[in-house]
Nanobody, 123 residues
Framework: QVQLVESGGRLVQDGDFLRLSCEAS????????MGWFRQAPGKEREFVAG????????YYSDSVKGRFTISRDSAKITVDLLMKSLKPEDTGIYFC????????????????WGQGTQVTVSS
């Protein structure tokens, strides 16, 4: 069972940047997919960005494309999310998830989750 721990969330201003990190303990295989999701109060957990562990191919939701960048470090077994030009609507708890079956944007298909890290963007 892979354990995931997110870090880096905090209060920032509109237009600021922030880097989140997800550290994994356990084995991640090339067929696995790592995703970042966020959840605002009263809303469902939504896909933000993801990366194929083996190839490094990345995927983004339309709302963050061009502003967020996901990357992985295979040696450290970490997945980072660099967020630029942050907006108040980016506020939420950000979760890192592992999907053993590959690219998926539906949260219920993920096999492991971290505890989340809070990102608040004030206007």
């Amino acid at each position: 069972q892979v354990q995931l721990v997110e870090s880096g969330g905090r209060l920032v201003q509109d237009g600021d940047f922030l880097r989140l990190s997800c550290e994994a303990s356990g084995r991640i295989y090339s067929s696995h997919f790592m995703g970042w999701f966020r959840q605002a109060p009263g809303k469902e957990r939504e896909f933000v960005a993801g990366i194929r562990w083996g190839t490094g191919k990345t995927y983004y939701s339309d709302s963050v494309k061009g502003r967020f960048t996901i990357s992985r470090d295979s040696a450290k077994i970490t997945v980072d999310l660099l967020m630029k030009s942050l907006k108040p609507e980016d506020t939420g708890i950000y979760f890192c998830g592992l999907n053993r079956n590959g690219y998926e944007t539906t949260a219920t298909t993920y096999n492991s989750w971290g505890q989340g890290t809070q990102v608040t963007v004030s206007s």
